[in-house]
């Protein structure tokens, strides 16, 4: 896949640096299975309390827009049934609440979050049959453009809750650095994002970020969640603008694209429905 490059101005409102020290959800070591089509949410016990990294999964769809509805709920419902496989932690797909990019070239409309305890049950979960099956039949054909970003994220696995809740509101955020840019300037940015009493630390209740391995991700080199507890909070965070300016600042020279979008965590598969 070509990878894009974005070379419009950032804006104060598409870029959105989210700071703060994660807090629990759930109790430790517990893991949610949400989209069993049996349940709407059930949890289970972690077998990876031991591991120390979490693997962050996220995958954007653009779903070409003639497609029809049916087609649309069949490829969520599939992908969210996918919680099922053994190397999945943590898994849910629905629709983009709002696309806040600055390009137009990455109008995506769905997303899938993931968790894995280790890079290897990412790479399971990646040729799992089952996985093949849904991208090859529900996925590819309907979809327009797909992108991933991964990363080994901050948080700890069985040091906090890897499970968002249901109607959770979250803000994602995709940076890229310039070209010539090295290791230097991507610690730059994570130590910025990382900051861990900094923007929005009243609306925000966990946050993860780091730098991408995915060679899917068209470039971008870091990626960051935000999870508030709804979308009131998440549209408070964005009014903290006096904050989102001055982090902003410490990196705005370095970046050549950001992607952000906010994501609503469904409470059921029916609520996959555009």
Request: hydrophobic share 35%.
């Amino acid at each position: 896949m070509m990878s894009l490059r974005v070379n419009s101005p950032i804006s104060s409102s598409t870029f959105s640096l989210l700071l703060h020290k994660p807090k629990p959800i759930f109790p430790l070591s517990l893991i949610s299975k949400p989209f069993s089509p049996a349940r709407k949410f059930t949890i289970k016990m972690s077998s990876s309390s031991s591991s120390t990294q979490t693997i962050e999964h996220i995958v954007l769809f653009k779903v070409n827009e003639k497609t029809e509805p049916t087609k649309i709920n069949t490829m969520l419902n599939r992908l969210n049934n996918l919680i099922s496989l053994d190397q999945v932690l943590y898994l849910s797909a629905g629709p983009i609440f709002r696309n806040k990019s600055a390009s137009s070239q990455y109008n995506f409309t769905h997303l899938l979050h993931s968790r894995y305890k280790s890079k290897e049950d990412l790479n399971g979960y990646g040729v799992h049959p089952d996985h093949q099956s849904v991208v090859k039949e529900n996925v590819l054909p309907i979809c327009d453009d797909i992108m991933a970003v991964d990363w080994v994220s901050n948080l700890e696995n069985g040091s906090s809750s890897l499970v968002v809740k249901p109607g959770s509101a979250m803000k994602i955020t995709f940076l890229k650095l310039k070209e010539g840019f090295g290791g230097t300037e991507k610690g730059v940015v994570l130590d910025t994002i990382g900051i861990k009493n900094g923007v929005g630390k009243d609306f925000i209740e966990q946050i993860s970020f780091g730098e991408n391995f995915s060679p899917r991700a068209k470039g971008f080199t870091i990626g960051s969640i935000a999870v508030c507890q709804g979308v009131e909070e998440l549209d408070k965070l964005d009014l903290n603008q006096q904050g989102v300016e001055k982090e902003k600042e410490k990196v705005r020279d370095l970046l050549d694209g950001v992607i952000v979008l906010d994501y609503v965590v469904p409470n059921s598969l029916s609520t996959a429905n555009l």
